[in-house]
């Protein structure tokens, strides 16, 4: 049973940066794929960015390409998204999640272990 907690979330003003830290315990984190989705109020939970098991192969939502880098690092358990260039529509609870299998993916169901959320906003 894998168990992840996210850190790194808070108040921010536009332009500004973010470092959002992911904890596995459990599992074998290094046999996984990672993810990073975010949900603001009233809409659905969209992809981020996700890294395959050996941080060889990236992915990232058109949204936030170029601002955003994942990163992980298996010694520690440990996946990272930073954060640059934040813009008020980046505001949203940011979620860690496992997939299923080592091969990265962007949708919801190809995830499943998710961390309980830590809040970004981002003041204009």
Known sequence: QVTLVESGGGP????????????????TFSSYAMGWFRQAPGKEREFVAAISRRGYT???AD???????????NAK???????????PEDTAV?????????YIGRSVPEYDAWGQGTQVSVSS
């Open 12 to 27: 921010v003003q536009a332009g500004g940066s973010l470092r959002l830290s992911c904890a596995a315990s459990g599992g």
């Open 58 to 60: 990236t992915d990232y």
């Open 63 to 73: 949204s936030v390409k170029g601002r955003f880098t994942i990163s992980r690092d």
């Open 77 to 87: 358990n440990r996946v990272y998204l930073q954060m640059n260039s934040l813009k």
């Open 94 to 102: 940011y979620y860690c999640a496992r997939a299923r299998l080592s």
